[in-house]
């Protein structure tokens, strides 16, 4: 069993930064891929960014590739998204997910999901 908590969300101006920071229970932390998902009123939860248990595997959605960085911390079982150059697209509730299986942007293949934290871009 993992239990996901972010932090780091809140209200930016275009163009700013923020980063996100997901902590994980459990002891296997570093088995598991993670992920970041979003979802904005409305709309579909959406991939982001992933991870492997590793950081040199790493995938991103076109829509962030280039402005958002997916990082992870194992031995502090920690996971980071480092989003810069913010758009008002970019507002959502940001979920943290974890999948012992692999890396993938299928949100169905996550096991586990935190609660969400909100990020709000203002233009």
């Known amino acids: 069993q993992v239990q996901l908590v972010e932090s780091g969300g809140g209200l930016v101006q275009a163009g700013g930064s923020l980063r996100l920071s997901c902590v994980a229970s459990g002891r296997t932390f570093s088995s598991y891929a993670m992920a970041w998902f979003r979802q904005a009123p409305g709309k579909e939860r959406e991939f982001v960014a992933a991870?492997?248990?590793?950081?040199?595997?790493?995938h991103y959605a076109d829509s962030v590739k280039g402005r958002f960085t997916i990082s992870r911390d194992n031995a502090k079982k920690m996971v980071f998204l480092q989003m810069n150059s913010l758009k008002p697209e970019d507002t959502a509730v940001y979920y943290c997910?974890?999948?012992?299986?692999?890396?993938?942007?299928?949100?169905?293949?996550?096991?586990?999901w935190g609660q969400g934290t909100q990020v709000t871009v203002s233009s």
């Open positions: 997910a974890a999948n012992l299986a692999t890396m993938t942007s299928i949100k169905d293949e996550y096991d586990y």
């Open positions: 991870i492997g248990w590793s950081d040199i595997n790493t």
